[in-house]
């Protein structure tokens, strides 16, 4: 299908309006993408000259022990730090061993209590088995002294 000219002009403006927009986007993330390349390419340059620092200092270090010093605030940190260790472990150990001490001497009158329960039922089972033992006694002279009774009351007739 043939294009008038006018037709055809407006379709290549708008191609070439739609390219220079295309364009400029491109553009726009080129920059923007270039930008934050340098600024992370920057952090990277601190960052490196930052561990050279550390590394220069670590190697300017002495290595012999006897040369390192601490400074005061160091020193008095792990003096609290090994006193406060110290001091807690005498501490819970002191709380567990009373909480031991306790619980044995509460389980000791727990184990008396029922021992003296225990021979307390004993004697008492005793007592009445005694009694009982008794009661079947004297039944067993009743019933003998009724058996002589009959036994008088039946030769008698």
């Not at 923007?32 to 670590?58: C, F, K, P, S, W």
């Amino acid at each position: 299908m043939p294009f008038s000219p006018d037709e055809l002009a407006k379709l290549v403006n708008d191609y070439r309006t739609e390219s220079e927009e295309g364009h400029g986007r491109l553009r726009g993330d080129f920059k923007l993408y270039h930008d934050q390349t340098e600024t992370t390419l920057m952090l990277m340059r601190d960052a490196a000259n930052t561990l050279r620092g550390r590394v220069d200092l670590i190697e300017r270090t002495p290595q012999d022990v006897m040369k390192l010093r601490f400074s005061t605030g160091v020193v008095l940190s792990l003096v609290f730090f090994v006193a406060s260790a110290v001091g807690s472990a005498y501490g819970f150990s002191s709380f567990i061993g009373g909480k031991v001490d306790t619980m044995s001497r509460r389980m000791d009158e727990q184990s008396a209590a029922q021992a003296k329960a225990s021979e307390e039922r004993a004697a008492s089972a005793q007592r009445s088995l005694d009694a009982l033992s008794r009661r079947v006694e004297l039944q067993g002279y009743e019933l003998q002294r009724l058996r002589e009774d009959v036994t008088k009351a039946t030769k008698g007739k």
